[in-house]
Nanobody, 111 residues
């Protein structure tokens, strides 16, 4: 059974960095298909980044060049490195695999 647990959220100043972690148990292979989503207050949940294959990843235009998705197979963990964060990055960030979701971790960026 797939279980996803996020951590690493918090309060950060604009221009700063934060690294989110998703411990993903029960996921087969190299986490292909695992994704990070986010949902800001009053907005719909949106895709941020996804692992497409062993070597390919997808990023939303809003985060391209600033965020990086990576994996540590040995620790069953997928990371989202967030650099040069902006106030508009404020949201609850969720880990997703297939139809499974984690509970999310809050990221707040102050201006």
């Amino acid at each position: 059974q797939v279980q996803l647990v996020e951590s690493g959220g918090g309060l950060v100043q604009a221009g700063g960095s934060l690294r989110l972690s998703c411990v993903a148990t029960g996921v087969a292979g190299s986490f292909t298909g695992l994704a990070w989503y986010r949902q800001a207050p009053g907005k719909e949940r949106e895709l941020v980044a996804r692992i497409l294959s062993v070597v390919h990843t997808y990023y939303a235009e809003a985060v391209k060049g600033r965020f990086t998705i990576s994996r540590d197979n040995g620790r069953n963990t997928v990371f989202l490195q967030m650099n040069s964060v902006k106030p508009e990055d404020t949201a609850v960030y969720y880990c997703n695999y297939d139809s499974r979701w984690g509970r999310g971790t809050q990221v707040t960026v102050s201006s």
